[in-house]
């Protein structure tokens, strides 16, 4: 069984980083920050991805059996004892936004690698959200992998930690998070938008809404001990 295929908990954290620190910053999250956070338990994969045109800069994103694992005392431990190399990182981030969310609705196929395009939806609606045809409709079209919708779990995205305090950033305004992964940059492109408003009219108010559309730069899985435990 694909192990990533449980996952159910979600961190995504979008933020420009200072220009003059760009290439420490990538040093950083793929050589100490990914490995040692997909080293806690629950944790199945850590990605991050460039914005393909415009603004913020990255979406870093890691995948968790639970939302409950990115409230764990394990993962706590580790946002609260940033490493040296971490606390002179953070300080370069400029506008974040960080929200933990759990999984509304997944359709499609995890795909034999990570996703190489990636678009991100955030945005609100009134009421409970289920999604679950709307996913489907989206993961139907061509080129698309894999549509995923999740809803913010807001307690545990406004733990205050040491890392936050370094970086000054909180959870972001919008309720719910579209992923849309392709295997082409065609496949999942600005026209997301539109199809998303098209098939749940109740979405179409775009004020708040955040639109991006990125490019896959780094990923590690967990490892294979902490997967199967």
Not at 87 to 115: D, W
Not at 152 to 181: C, F, M, W
């Amino acid at each position: 069984m694909n192990m990533l295929s449980e996952a159910k908990g979600l961190m995504a954290f979008w933020a420009d980083i200072d220009a003059d620190y760009l290439l420490r910053y990538q040093e950083w999250h793929t050589c100490e920050h990914v490995p040692e956070r997909v080293s806690i338990p629950g944790f199945l994969r850590g990605r991050r991805y460039r914005v393909a045109d415009g603004s913020p800069h990255f979406l870093m994103m890691y995948e968790t059996r639970t939302p409950d694992v990115l409230a764990s005392d394990a993962y706590l431990a580790a946002l609260n004892a940033p490493t040296d190399w971490t606390r002179e990182a953070l300080t370069h981030f400029r506008n974040p936004s960080r929200n933990i969310y759990r999984q509304v609705a997944t359709a499609g196929i995890e795909g034999a690698f990570a996703a190489p395009w990636l678009t991100s939806l955030r945005f609100n609606r009134p009421g409970n959200l289920d999604g679950s045809k709307w996913v489907s409709a989206i993961a139907d079209r061509q080129g698309i992998l894999r549509a995923q919708l999740w809803e913010v779990d807001e307690q545990v995205s406004g733990i205050q930690t040491s890392e936050r305090k370094i970086y000054g950033g909180g959870p972001g305004e919008q309720q719910y998070l579209l992923l849309v992964e392709a295997e082409t940059p065609g496949g999942c492109g600005s026209d997301a938008l539109d199809f998303a408003d098209a098939l749940m009219p109740e979405v179409a108010e775009r004020r708040n809404q955040i639109l991006g559309s990125y490019w896959l730069e780094a990923h590690h899985n967990a490892p294979t001990t902490q997967e199967t435990r």
